[in-house]
Every structure is written in structure tokens, then in C-alpha cells.
T-cell receptor, first 113, second 113 residues
Framework: AQTVTQSQPEMSVQEAETVTLSCTYD???????LFWYKQPPSRQMILVIR??????QNATENRFSVNFQKAAKSFSLKISDSQLGDTAMYFC??????????FGEGTQLTVNP | DAGVIQSPRHEVTEMGQEVTLRCKPI?????LFWYRQTMMRGLELLIY????????DSGMPEDRFSAKMPNASFSTLKIQPSEPRDSAVYFC???????????FGDGTRLSIL
């Protein structure tokens, strides 16, 4: 089975600090896309960032960036200058054939004041 | 632009009743996905459509579940008869394909008593 694994069920960070969420995946494809979504208590699923496996440059969106290690099949999310509004469940996802997404188990991030 | 619209937002019903969940995708999106989210199983893909045609329904748990997409702007997920174990949050998402991100609706929280 082609899986996505998030090994940290819960994490916490102090406001303004930096935190990194881990994700590993399995795939037999050479090109694919990876995503991070956040789900705040409102339960909306919100796209945070996207990475194409063919691109060596790590994706960045404002305070959010990824560390993509293709050989290691690792796709971690770094949040800089954490804000209270970043408190959410974060899901790593890999796109499979037919534009489907396979999600990890999620990491609950709490930002403390 | 309007996002993916799901209705109802909450549904509480008795075991054995028929439940119908509705979804309006983003205009122009060719792909529509139905997911179920539970604490035990996380986010699971139930079925997805491309150009209104069901492509993969292997995630549909059993014959009690059915989904239709009669046109490009509307889809339903029906459970008949419903059971308590169907209680979950059901998400609809749409995308333009071509590795574009999926955009999620706000979900329907379903409770079967």
C-alpha cells in the first residue's frame, strides 16, 4: 500500500517560535505532488502549501516552507514565527493517480501564548 | 469566487433513515471527491468523479452508500439505511485536475442515533 505517515500525533510551540512537522510517504512514481493542509477547529480543510516532486527547490508560502527530501521520501513542514491562529490539525497528503489524495494521520499543533 | 458548497452542515437522524448529503463544486472544476473523516480512520476517499462520471468507488464502504453526479454543478452522497457507525464528517472537494490542489467544502457532520 502506498501510504503517508505522520509520526507526531501532537506538537506544541510557543508563539513566535519555529516548529517543524514531519511526514514520510511511499510511492513508486517518479513525478507526483505533495500537499500540506490545515484543519482548524472550524473543521475547514485549508491548503497550506504544495510541492512538485520534480522541482528540487523547496516550496515556500510566507511563513510556511517545506523541506522536501525526495530520496528519503520525506516532506516536512516548517512554520516560522508561529501565531495563535496556526493552531490546527495539519495533514500531509500525496497525490496518487487520478488526482486522488492519500492523507496522513494528522498532527495536532497547538501554539501557546 | 464561491468555494465548494455542502449542505447540510449538520445532520442528526435516527438509525434506518435515509440520509442525503449535497455538494456543489467550484465552477469549472472537472473532478469531484467525497471523503469521510473519523477519529479511528482519519480521512478516507469514498468516491471520485471526473466530468460527472464515477471513476473509482472502491472506498465506498458498502451497498448502503451511493453517490451520483447528474451534472457538473451538483453531486449527492446517499446512505440508505443509515447506521450509527456512519456517524462522521463528510467532505466534498473539487479540483481542476492536472495536479491542481483540491478545494474542500466545510463538511457535513452526520450523527446517526
Amino acid at each position: 500500500a502506498q501510504t503517508v505517515t505522520q509520526s507526531q500525533p501532537e506538537m506544541s510551540v510557543q508563539e513566535a517560535e519555529t516548529v517543524t512537522l514531519s511526514c514520510t510517504y511511499d510511492t513508486s512514481e517518479s513525478n507526483y505532488y505533495l500537499f500540506w493542509y490545515k484543519q482548524p477547529p472550524s473543521r475547514q480543510m485549508i491548503l497550506v502549501i504544495r510541492q512538485e516532486a520534480y522541482k528540487q527547490q523547496n516550496a515556500t508560502e510566507n511563513r510556511f516552507s517545506v523541506n522536501f527530501q525526495k530520496a528519503a521520501k520525506s516532506f516536512s513542514l516548517k512554520i516560522s514565527d508561529s501565531q495563535l491562529g496556526d493552531t490546527a490539525m495539519y495533514f500531509c497528503a500525496r497525490e496518487t493517480s487520478g488526482s486522488r489524495l492519500t492523507f496522513g494521520e494528522g498532527t495536532q499543533l497547538t501554539v501557546n501564548p | 469566487d464561491a468555494g465548494v458548497i455542502q449542505s447540510p452542515r449538520h445532520e442528526v437522524t435516527e438509525m434506518g433513515q435515509e440520509v442525503t448529503l449535497r455538494c456543489k463544486p467550484i465552477s469549472g472544476h472537472d473532478y469531484l471527491f467525497w471523503y469521510r473523516q473519523t477519529m479511528m480512520r482519519g480521512l478516507e476517499l469514498l468516491i471520485y468523479f471526473n466530468n460527472n462520471v464515477p471513476i473509482d468507488d472502491s472506498g465506498m464502504p458498502e451497498d448502503r452508500f451511493s453517490a451520483k453526479m447528474p451534472n457538473a454543478s451538483f453531486s449527492t452522497l446517499k446512505i440508505q439505511p443509515s447506521e450509527p457507525r456512519d456517524s462522521a464528517v463528510y467532505f466534498c472537494a473539487s479540483s481542476g485536475g492536472g495536479h491542481q490542489p483540491q478545494h474542500f467544502g466545510d463538511g457535513t457532520r452526520l450523527s446517526i442515533l
